[in-house]
């Protein structure tokens, strides 16, 4: 069935260097992929997403790369905080109702 | 402030309690879920709507039960709770045509 797979589930960096969540779908028909960030005692927040006809998108210090050929997307963020520290979730959608998320990353950020 | 909103925040309740946790949202969004949070932090959804009257089993079984009677108020009720039941629920909403969810911050229930 639809599956998101996402790597690490645990990372650890020093502030300031750069942290780099993957994830593969398996969906070829997904087009849509948000990113959200949970942080501790809240609800996940969506933080950015990139849609299917696009291969990259940047806010600020966090980047998306998705390469659909090899049905993979990426979180990419730099200069790290420890405000970032987080588990964050990938997910894909098919542009209609089911969203399928990956099993989330914990993101440690040491200052 | 358009916003998503649970209660209660936390709750310990005995085992064969009858409770409902309430979710509501202010952005008109058509569509609401309900997903049930691990430990090890995977979302499972247990319940969808496509919106008022229409609700449906999500990829996760559970004894619980939801009703969808205005677009804005999504409850979930489980009529026996147990052990098992125990669990942080999450509650989100989309609207038609986007497909970012918003959650709320959840409940933790505690069943003992």
């Not at chain 2, 936390?10 to 691990?38: A, F």
């Not at chain 2, 496509?50 to 079984?61: A, F, M, Q």
């Not at chain 2, 669990?87 to 986007?98: I, K, M, P, V, W």
Request: charged letters at 20%.
């Amino acid at each position: 069935g639809e599956n998101v797979e996402q790597h690490p589930s645990t990372l650890s960096v020093q502030e300031g260097d750069s942290a780099v969540i993957k994830c593969t779908y398996s969906d070829s028909a997904s087009n849509y992929f948000p990113w959200y960030k949970q942080e501790l005692g809240k609800g996940p927040q969506l933080i950015i997403d990139i849609r299917s006809n696009v291969g990259e998108k940047k806010d600020q210090r966090i980047a998306v790369t998705l390469n659909k050929t090899a049905k993979h997307f990426s979180l990419h963020i730099t200069e790290t905080q420890p405000e970032d520290s987080a588990v964050y979730f990938c997910a894909a959608n098919t542009g209609g109702f089911k969203t399928i998320f990956g099993a989330g990353t914990r993101l440690f950020v040491k200052a | 402030e358009a916003d998503i909103y649970q209660t209660p925040r936390y709750l310990v309740i005995g085992t064969g309690k009858k409770i409902t946790l309430e979710c509501s949202q202010t952005m008109g969004h058509d569509k609401m879920y309900w997903y049930q949070q691990d430990p090890g932090m995977e979302l499972h959804l247990i319940h969808y709507s496509y919106g008022v009257n229409s609700t449906e089993k999500g990829d996760l079984s559970s004894e619980s039960t939801v009703s969808r009677i205005r677009t804005e108020h999504f409850p979930l009720t489980l009529e026996s709770a147990r052990p098992s039941h125990t669990s942080q629920y999450l509650c989100a909403s989309s609207r038609t045509g986007d497909y970012g969810y918003t959650f709320g911050s959840g409940t933790r229930l505690t069943v003992v």
